[in-house]
């Protein structure tokens, strides 16, 4: 019989929203959580940076345009800093792959999104929620 490595559920981390806008933050939070997803949030790329040395997400749905630092900041310092966890860009922008390729994310999801394709694109990544 051959053996395989699970991950526990109990230890994966939440989705992470880094978004400058509050309703978008709201919104999915929401959606995720009533969807079984645990969220974190932050509203620009330094606040995330702090919440990563406590919360370890799952995934990022990252915003790449935001004040204070943004997404490719974001980016730049969690490799500096050796993370890895899976980004998913959200940007209204017309470059949305090239953004996500450049900064080496699994996914893009092109702003205004359908809610369905924001949990198609994180049960891509990470799977279906912990039990």
Known sequence: MASRTEVDDTDRGPVLVVD????????LSEFLGLEGYPV?????????????????PS??????????????????????????V??????????????ADEIGA???????????DVLAAVQSVIGDPPN
């Open 106 to 116: 699994q996914g893009c999801l092109s702003k205004p999104f359908e809610l369905e």
């Open 86 to 99: 899976p980004i998913l860009v959200m940007t209204a922008a017309k470059d949305a792959r090239k953004w």
């Open 40 to 56: 974190a949030t932050a509203e620009n790329g330094a606040e995330a940076l702090h919440l990563i040395d406590s919360v370890r």
């Open 20 to 27: 400058d806008e509050s309703t978008i933050r709201s919104i």
């Open 59 to 84: 995934v990022v749905l990252l915003d790449m345009r935001m004040p204070v630092l943004d997404g490719w900041e974001f980016a730049r310092r969690l490799r500096q800093r050796q993370v890895q």
